[in-house]
């Protein structure tokens, strides 16, 4: 990847090969980091900040075929990744009222989702969280679930 994409050139993490389902959560960080969207690398965008990892129990499996569903509008696509957001990420924790969840952003999302690259806005838990059920913390606002591309 060229720094064309990368206006600062800061130090940058490529996800393009990263198998993991993922958030990147946009901060100074000092790191550039992208992912490959679009499909065949046609596009590369990305934003300063970190990659936090979903944790293992929750695969990627079904964001690469919604993509690929064909949906009638941009708001039927984030209605399906939020629903997969709720039965994937929330119902697989003990208590997802301890567990930061999060929705696809609507306010100017519909012209920004792209495959594998989703701006979302990060809830936050309802209930005090504990450490075994909140892997990320400190962060609030806006993010991007990432994933495998489907090439």
């Known amino acids: 990847m060229s720094y064309e994409d990368n206006p600062q050139k800061l130090p940058q993490i490529d996800l393009c090969f990263s198998d993991v389902v993922g958030l990147v959560l946009p ?8 992912n490959q969207t679009d499909g065949c690398c046609c596009r590369h965008p990305g934003v300063e900040g970190v990659f936090a990892p979903l944790p293992e129990n929750i695969g990627g499996e079904g964001l ?29 924790h003990y208590n997802p009222r301890h567990w930061m969840s999060f929705r696809v952003r609507r306010n100017d999302a519909p012209s920004r989702i792209e495959e594998a690259w989703v701006p979302v806005t990060l809830i ?25 591309n489907s090439d």
Request: overall charge negative.
């Open 64 to 92: 690469s075929e919604i993509w690929c569903h064909e949906h009638k509008t941009m708001v039927e696509l984030a209605d399906a990744i939020d629903a997969w957001i709720v039965k994937n990420v929330e119902e697989c």
């Open 124 to 148: 936050q838990p309802k209930a005090t969280a504990s450490i075994e059920l909140n892997f990320i913390s400190g962060f609030s606002g806006d993010a991007i679930l990432t994933w495998p």
């Open 27 to 34: 901060c100074k960080s000092g790191v550039y980091i992208t």
